[in-house]
């Protein structure tokens, strides 16, 4: 019965080729300006997907939490240039991956480009009305969170189902969704690219030896211990990355931007660094943001800024391009929704067991992907 209901999803995406695809990428968003700074703050802490503060007391623990940070954040953003440039680079980034898509899948054509952000504008409610006023019937939510965390993709899942009951209650628009793509050959080999461009920096009698620091995104442990997929995807990308880079260099796979007092996955960057910056027999240091696909606060300053300003020996260390308006890496984007659209498939089939293992603790969503993503 569900294949024959999968089969009809499809039949009718492609009844529908004169219509308008949308392509909706997915993240986490930023703060395009230093005043949205708390607005942000508190939608973040208040998601218990991401981190977990507590039943009844998250509102009430992520308006504290919220209002105490405000102020730092605000002077992080605007010494980065007074707001986060996720929004910038997303809305370039699917604007280039629909010019491609109309020349590569007529099929599917025109595909029409919308961002949808879990904690900024545009967010996914606004971007749903958007759709819906532009006459959208059929659309991708395309993750831009590489590795799939139940915290972070699923939580942008679960906030487009939640708005789809309030804003499409009559599911007008039929979606799928590309959940995860860790080893995506074009991400690869640009972020290899990236690594060797950097490691020519150095000088070629010590390149060979200097480390590889892959920096992602650290989680907390709570969300780790059922069962996340996560961690390993992480150690996928960073291991297809190696792989292309023939492992010529030592590598690590670090974790950064711990959030309060519980325990989160380690070791910590900012640590890891500290203690091998140090060392004369390590000769030099490339940082790679392994986990995020566009420069935000965690590269820009987090990186950049903090972490050079506690170093010993900052000229020790780089840190490689993020991947911005990279075109190879736009080009891969693009082939993943080519494929996935001609593939007929609504989601992976690791989706339904990220569900089971993470969405026990999600409250107001969907217990089966099938209840979102492809129409009953």
């Not at 506690?310 to 693009?334: Q, T, V």
Request: with cysteine.
């Amino acid at each position: 019965m569900f294949k024959q209901s999968v089969t009809r999803t499809f039949l009718r995406f492609n009844s529908t080729a004169s219509k308008p695809t949308g392509v909706v990428f997915m993240n986490m968003g930023g703060p395009s300006k230093v005043k949205d700074t708390y607005n942000f703050l508190l939608r973040l802490f208040s998601d218990g997907d991401l981190i977990p503060l507590g039943g009844i007391l998250q509102k009430p623990l992520a308006r504290f939490i919220a209002a105490r940070r405000t102020p730092e954040i605000e002077k992080h953003y605007e010494e980065i240039g007074g707001g986060s440039p996720i929004r910038y680079w997303s809305e370039y980034q699917c604007t280039k991956v629909c010019e491609i898509l109309d020349k590569t899948s007529p099929a599917t054509a025109p595909h029409k480009p919308y961002v949808a952000f879990r904690y900024a504008d545009p967010l996914t409610e606004e971007t749903l009305q958007k759709m819906l006023d532009d006459g959208i019937e059929r659309a991708v939510a395309f993750s831009q969170y590489p590795q799939f965390s139940y915290s972070t993709s699923g939580s942008s899942a679960n906030e487009l189902y939640r708005q789809t009951l309030k804003v499409d209650p009559e599911r007008k628009i039929n979606w799928s969704i590309i959940d995860r793509w860790p080893k995506q050959k074009h991400f690869v080999e640009a972020f290899a690219k990236n690594i060797e461009d950097k490691l020519n920096e150095f000088d070629a009698l010590i390149r060979d030896e200097v480390v590889i620091l892959f920096s992602a995104h650290s989680l907390p442990m709570d969300i780790v211990n059922r069962g996340d997929s996560y961690p390993a995807e992480v150690a996928a990308s960073v291991y297809a990355i190696m792989e292309t880079l023939k492992f010529k260099n030592p590598y690590r796979l670090v974790w950064q931007s711990q959030v309060g007092p519980k325990p989160w996955l380690g070791g910590q960057t900012a640590k890891i660094v500290k203690k091998l910056e140090k060392r004369e027999d390590i000769k030099g240091l490339v940082l790679v943001p392994v986990a995020f696909t566009s420069d935000h606060i965690e590269t820009l300053h987090e990186i950049d800024i903090e972490l050079m300003e506690e170093c010993e020996n900052p000229h020790k260390i780089k840190r490689a391009e993020s991947l911005n308006g990279n075109e190879h890496f736009i080009e891969g984007l693009a082939e993943l929704v080519k494929d996935h659209l001609a593939s007929g498939q609504l989601y992976s089939k690791q989706l339904e067991l990220d569900c089971i293992l993470g969405g026990e603790f999600a409250t107001g969503t969907f217990k089966h992907p099938r209840e979102i993503f492809g129409k009953k």
